[in-house]
């Protein structure tokens, strides 16, 4: 196998902890709301808002923050309070500012990739702001040599990215935990995929395993293992 010349890694659950931050806020959102229901109705009132709000907001805490206050809106029938609305305030701006602790294996990874002389990218989805202010955070922007924030991530966006870069199937990774938008359209496009799973995933993220069928890709249980899949 030919060494890729450009490898690409997802930011959130692949190079760091982020969506048990997220269900530790909706967990106090819970809380919040008690009054209004059980869990399982504000779970599926949260859901829905957030689909419908992920067109206008796209992704990312601040996206949530808005979907968790117009949950608490509807249903309190417009009643919720203003102590209410500053704890749900908080909580989104705690989603902004949370220590970025690399994941196991990570600056193992990508000093050793650096060492053999591969590109490395980050492709990651959500608000621009939040996700650079991530990367600073954590320590690894030194890293990586491309740094690429999309709105989605879907065979548009990979075909526009990939052709900027000018990569071909045989030298192009794509690396992450999201089956929907690190692996299925990046190998329905013929590249190279590498599912690295996460304990937590967001609900949004999860994909019909029949979509799957026939595609080629890596699966490791431990990011470390992509070292014996690159050259």
Same mark, same amino acid.
């Given at each position: 196998?030919?060494?890729?010349?450009? /490898?690409? @890694?997802?930011?959130?659950?692949?190079?760091?902890? #982020?969506?048990?931050?997220?269900? %530790?806020?909706?967990?106090?959102?819970?809380?919040? !709301?008690?009054?209004?229901?059980?869990? %399982?109705?504000?779970?599926?009132?949260?859901?829905?808002?957030?689909?419908? #709000?992920? *067109?206008? =907001?796209?992704?990312?805490? *601040?996206? =949530?923050? !808005?979907?968790?206050?117009?949950?608490?809106?509807?249903?309190?029938?417009?009643? &919720?309070?203003?102590?209410? /609305?500053? %704890?749900?305030?908080?909580?989104?701006?705690?989603?902004?500012?949370?220590?970025?602790?690399?994941?196991?294996?990570? +600056?193992?990874?990508?000093?050793?990739?650096?060492?053999?002389?591969?590109?490395?990218?980050?492709?990651?989805?959500?608000?621009? =702001?939040?996700?650079?202010?991530?990367?600073?955070?954590?320590? !690894?922007?030194?890293?990586?040599?491309? +740094?690429?924030? &999309?709105?989605?991530?879907?065979?548009?966006?990979? %075909?526009?990215?990939?052709?900027?870069?000018?990569?071909? $199937?045989?030298?192009? @990774?794509?690396?992450?935990?999201?089956?929907?938008?690190?692996?299925? $359209? +990046?190998?329905?496009?013929?590249?190279?995929?590498?599912?690295?799973? =996460?304990?937590?995933?967001?609900? @949004?993220?999860? &994909?019909? $395993?029949? *979509?799957?069928?026939?595609?080629?890709?890596?699966?490791?249980?431990?990011?470390?293992?992509?070292?014996?899949?690159?050259?």
């Amino acid at each position: 196998m030919s060494a890729p010349h450009l /490898i690409a @890694f997802d930011a959130d659950d692949t190079l760091w902890s #982020n969506q048990p931050h997220f269900d %530790q806020v909706e967990a106090q959102l819970l809380e919040i !709301l008690a009054h209004c229901g059980d869990a %399982q109705r504000i779970t599926e009132q949260l859901n829905q808002v957030q689909r419908q #709000n992920m *067109k206008l =907001f796209g992704y990312g805490a *601040k996206s =949530f923050m !808005l979907s968790m206050i117009e949950t608490a809106i509807q249903l309190t029938d417009g009643k &919720v309070t203003g102590v209410e /609305i500053q %704890q749900i305030l908080d909580m989104g701006k705690d989603l902004l500012r949370y220590p970025i602790e690399p994941l196991p294996g990570v +600056v193992e990874v990508l000093t050793e990739l650096r060492r053999r002389g591969h590109r490395l990218m980050v492709l990651t989805k959500g608000d621009l =702001f939040d996700q650079e202010s991530k990367l600073a955070r954590s320590g !690894l922007g030194e890293y990586f040599d491309y +740094v690429e924030i &999309v709105s989605e991530k879907d065979e548009a966006t990979y %075909q526009r990215l990939l052709a900027r870069y000018n990569a071909l $199937p045989g030298e192009f @990774f794509m690396i992450g935990n999201s089956l929907k938008s690190d692996i299925l $359209p +990046v190998a329905q496009l013929g590249f190279r995929a590498v599912h690295v799973p =996460f304990h937590a995933t967001w609900v @949004f993220e999860h &994909v019909d $395993p029949e *979509k799957l069928a026939g595609l080629e890709f890596h699966a490791v249980t431990d990011l470390r293992q992509v070292l014996d899949l690159v050259d």
